[in-house]
Structure formats: structure tokens, C-alpha cells
């Protein structure tokens, strides 16, 4: 019975590829979702995950469903939306968010727009929403080779990092690689964002970064601990998404991102450091 369960659908080629290709976006994305959610920059993964679409569209206009153009597009434009939101924070008086919600409003009609041009519904379907069945060896190297360039460039960058997000001040004080790391770190959002477009297209590819890592911090506080319970909740609900989405016959991008909702609601709930349960249990008193 368990093995019809957990271990049966991964007989299939595809369902393996889906699996390596979804613990690999995990293993990049949880430490990066947990930055950005510490630097209170979660919605800003959202809209750089919107403006990738013009870029995917145009390389799809061009070549169709080829993994090289939609990725180069996606990149190019990606980086390009971050570099003109915070120049525009800095020559205007709009707020980096408001910036950043305007050119990815904008990205997503547009993209839309040049998608529907060429395709079909199910082609639009697919760059929206992706398709994390139908990952290739292409896909796989992009994906474990972006999470490889994750990992070794954020050891490069943690204590900048970790600094910026608990004391900005102390770092600008004693430090100037506050600057650089974060061009770092947005170009390491937008990677991760392109890796993740490939399996669950530019609506959902944030999901993967930034619910577990939000479940996460309903656990525990310590940076370290959060950069660890961040990847694990990830990759438990990407294996198990794909599970149920093969059992229940759902959608498998859906499905992951479903899983982790859960359990960012049950960590909501009965999270020891923070959830609402907790919270409400009368405290023990000590007396001197």
C-alpha cells in the first residue's frame, strides 16, 4: 500500500525528472525567500516574477516553446525591471514597492498580450502556470545549475546579508559591501525566478520561495534554523505536491504550491514561535 503510494509514480521517467527538478528549485529558493522575506522584500519577489513574462514571451514570439530564448528573455528582462524600479525610487518620490507594482502590472498585460498573439490558450497556460511534468534534461541543468550559483554566491554574501537585515546601520558603519550584496541578492531573485518559471511558471514561481519560508519563521527565529526549516518545508511540499497531483490527477504546479499553503496555514496555527495557538495558551508566571 505505501509503496503504491509514495513510491509507484516515481517508476515514470517524468515523474522523476519533476521530483530532481523541484528539490533542486527548493534547495536555492528557501535560503533566498527567507532574505527576502527578512529584508521585508516578499512582494517584491512577486512582481519581479511578473515582469519576467515579457522577456519568456518574447523569446516564445520568436522561437516558441524553446527553453534558451524563453530563459534569455526572462533573464534579460527580469534584471532590467530591478535596475529601472531603483532608478526610478531614486530619481523620483514613488517608494521602491510602488515602482516595482507599476512596471510589473504593466509586465503582465504585456506579456500576456505577446503571448496571445502567437498561441493558444494552452500555450498561455503553460508560461503562466508552467508545467512540471514536462521538464527536460535542458531544464534540469538550468535549474540544478542555478540553485549551484545560489548556494556558493549566498556563502559569499551571508554576513553582509545577515547584517543588512538585523543592523543596516552597524554594516553602512563599518562596512561597504552592503551595496554590492544586495545587487547580488536581487540578481540571485531574479536566477531563482527564472529557474523556477521553467517548472511553475512566472504566476506561481514565487510560491516555492516565499511560503516556506514565511511557514518557517512561525518555527523559529534563528537565521541559520529558518535558512534550514525553509529548504526542508519546501522540498517536503514539492515531493508531496507531485504525489497527490499524480494520485488525484490535479495539476502539479497547483498542487506544490497548494501543499505548501497548508502548511503555512497549520504553521500559522500551531507554530511554536509565534502561531496563534500559542499565543493564546495562558503563559507560566515565575515568581522571584
Avoid at 506561481?204 to 518545508?233: C, D, F, K, N, Q
Amino acid at each position: 500500500m505505501l509503496y503504491d503510494l509514495i513510491v509507484a509514480p516515481f517508476e515514470f521517467d517524468f515523474m522523476r525528472r519533476a521530483l530532481v527538478g523541484t528539490l533542486a528549485l527548493a534547495l536555492a529558493a528557501g535560503p533566498v525567500g527567507v532574505f527576502l522575506m527578512l529584508r521585508r522584500m516578499s512582494l517584491t519577489g512577486d512582481a519581479m516574477a511578473h515582469a519576467l513574462l515579457p522577456g519568456a514571451a518574447l523569446g516564445y514570439l520568436v522561437y516558441g516553446l524553446w527553453l534558451p530564448a524563453m530563459t534569455v528573455g526572462g533573464l534579460f528582462v527580469g534584471i532590467a525591471v530591478a535596475l529601472l524600479s531603483g532608478l526610478v525610487t531614486r530619481l523620483t518620490a514613488l517608494k521602491e514597492d510602488a515602482s516595482l507594482a507599476g512596471f510589473y502590472l504593466v509586465s503582465l498585460a504585456l506579456g500576456v498580450t505577446l503571448v496571445s498573439l502567437r498561441g493558444s490558450n494552452v500555450d498561455l497556460l503553460h508560461v503562466l502556470f508552467g508545467s512540471v511534468l514536462a521538464l527536460d534534461d535542458a531544464a534540469l541543468f538550468l535549474i540544478a545549475g542555478i540553485s549551484s550559483v545560489t548556494l556558493v554566491a549566498l556563502a559569499l554574501i551571508y554576513r553582509p546579508l545577515v547584517l543588512e537585515c538585523v543592523d543596516p546601520g552597524f554594516l553602512r558603519s563599518v562596512s561597504r559591501a552592503g551595496g554590492p550584496a544586495h545587487i547580488i541578492f536581487l540578481a540571485l531573485v531574479v536566477l531563482n525566478l527564472v529557474g523556477g518559471f521553467q517548472a511553475l511558471g512566472t504566476l506561481l514561481a514565487v510560491g516555492l520561495m516565499m511560503l516556506p519560508a514565511t511557514s518557517a519563521r512561525m518555527w523559529t527565529a534563528e537565521i541559520t534554523r529558518l535558512v534550514i526549516t525553509a529548504t526542508l518545508i519546501g522540498m517536503g511540499a514539492g515531493a508531496l505536491g507531485i504525489v497527490l497531483s499524480y494520485h488525484l490527477s490535479l495539476p502539479t504546479g497547483p498542487c506544490i504550491i497548494l501543499v505548501a499553503g497548508i502548511v503555512y496555514i497549520l504553521s500559522l496555527a500551531f507554530g511554536t514561535a509565534g502561531g496563534l495557538v500559542w499565543r493564546l495558551l495562558p503563559q507560566r508566571h515565575y515568581a522571584a
